[in-house]
């Protein structure tokens, strides 16, 4: 993931984050899915939507840390 894309979660509500995150988990179940029956081209993959989760859930913490101090 790139930094254009990296800013462009953090200006995210945690709504879209939500959703996004809902999207990300149903993308990694599905190339697990493919990756089962040997029908993933790009193992790598499976590790770029891991971290793509972890950063999302990261900035949903960030945010939920920030309303709790206020």
Do not use: C, W, Y
């Amino acid at each position: 993931m790139k930094a254009n894309e990296i800013r462009e979660i953090r200006k995210m509500t945690p709504e879209q984050l939500n959703e996004k995150l809902a999207g990300l988990k149903k993308d990694l179940f599905f190339l697990r899915m493919q990756h089962a029956t040997n029908q993933l081209d790009n193992p790598v993959k499976i590790r770029e939507t891991k971290h793509d989760i972890a950063r999302v859930k990261t900035v949903l913490a960030e945010l939920a840390a920030a309303e709790s101090k206020h």
